[in-house]
């Protein structure tokens, strides 16, 4: 079964970043689907690597996934790692598991060793964004809570990413949790994202506060660059590390576990490589003791159904994310999307991914840049007058 067309879509959702999905056929008449994790306004890169990559696939088989992967990145990438190259290779890889599937005429997770579990358990993320107070936080909480989630995540930080932050802004962020523990109840999940943003003391402070309010976990306390800072923050705290985000290679993750960096990683799906890279990731986080929550700021088409098999295969599975705020889009795209109830996504049934997409709908919504992003009303409420307006921080 030979590749006989690679094409690249993208898909604009009205919210957060175009999603880029990759389609490819073979010469039997069976397609499958990909998707890239891509960022905001730098979608466009990791769309001219697939299209670079493109003519290296045709003519190959689609079932030698692994021996693929191993020859671009040998003789495209020159072994050298770069999220954008996996970014690109993931979505291929994806495609061809998918293809793999529907040859099979079975679903993913049980070609990959079958079923750990019945149904995937998510959180809401994405619900937040617009949000400028601590009152309007909580409206939108508890929107979630009202659409049957049991779990969701949010930066409770204010403003722009910086290193160091005034004390003011510490306290903003544990009263910002304090009242959406307050509202939601004990019983609801709160999954606390650090995005990297400030230096371990300001994150081990910030994560001592908050844990009288049962916090799940804490997201990305320090840059992951220096996993010595994650370790550091992890050994000042009783609250769950998670890293990951930001790592894409085995290599990385080892560091992380010969560090103790983090009680939980979350590698994407759509950029550490697919399908396979996540399952050896996985297994080089279980002798550790280490549990996995996959990033999946993606579709909640593609990108979410193989997480959702990936998930429902590995045994060190703990909760996986979900955009809800791309979900009306998709679910306008989707030809038979993924079904979410009381927080679980139902396993799919259908061969490959169980998912498909309408190229009508996907092609009436087609790339369109998102607005820069305006600081000004952050600076009028936190004053700091030792910066400078930057051009990538607001819309002059």
């Not at 049962?214 to 992890?234: K, M, T």
Request: charged share 25%.
């Amino acid at each position: 079964m030979k590749i006989v067309r690679v094409e690249t879509f993208f898909y604009h959702p009205g919210s957060g970043k175009n999603l880029l999905f990759v389609r490819i056929e073979t010469d039997e008449g069976i397609h499958g689907w990909g998707e890239s994790y891509v960022s905001v306004k730098k979608e466009k890169v990791v769309d001219q690597y697939l299209r670079a990559i493109a003519p290296y696939l045709v003519g190959r088989s689609a079932f030698n996934i692994r021996h693929l992967g191993q020859v671009l990145f040998d003789d495209f990438a020159i072994r050298r790692s770069s999220v954008d190259f996996l970014c690109a290779w993931s979505a291929i890889e994806i495609a061809l598991w998918d293809i793999v599937g529907k040859k099979a005429n079975l679903p993913l997770y049980n070609i990959l060793g079958g079923a750990s579990r019945e149904a995937v358990r998510v959180y809401a993320n994405g619900w937040w964004y617009g949000v400028d107070s601590i009152d309007s936080t909580v409206k939108k909480a508890l929107e979630v809570k009202e659409m049957g989630f049991t779990a969701l995540k949010w930066d409770p930080f204010p403003g722009p990413w910086r290193t160091f932050i005034s004390q003011q802004e510490e306290d903003y962020a544990v009263d910002n949790v304090r009242a959406v523990r307050e509202a939601l109840g004990p019983d609801f999940d709160l999954l606390i994202d650090a995005h990297r943003r400030v230096a371990p003391y300001h994150s081990a402070r910030v994560a001592r506060r908050l844990e009288e309010f049962g916090i799940y976990c804490y997201e990305e306390p320090c840059l992951s660059d220096n996993l010595d800072l994650v370790a550091e923050v992890r050994n000042q705290i009783s609250t769950p590390v998670v890293t990951g985000e930001t790592l894409y290679t085995k290599e990385d993750f080892k560091r992380v576990f010969e560090k103790r960096a983090a009680d939980i990683i979350n590698p994407d799906i759509c950029a550490v490589g697919g399908i396979g890279a996540m399952l050896d990731i996985a297994a080089l986080a279980q002798p550790h003791a280490v549990a996995v929550s996959p990033h999946n700021y993606n579709s909640t088409i593609v990108g979410l159904a193989a997480t959702v098999h990936f998930s429902a295969v590995i045994p060190n599975f703990t909760i996986a994310e979900l955009f809800i705020n791309l979900l009306p889009a998709c679910d306008e795209l989707a030809v038979n999307p993924l079904k979410i109830k009381d927080g679980y996504i139902e396993l799919p049934t259908g061969p490959g991914l169980g998912v498909d997409l309408d190229k009508d709908v996907l092609l009436s919504r087609p790339y369109k840049d998102f607005p820069h992003k305006d600081m000004r009303q952050y600076w009028e409420e936190f004053p700091r007058k030792n910066y400078v307006w930057g051009v990538a921080n607001v819309t002059r």
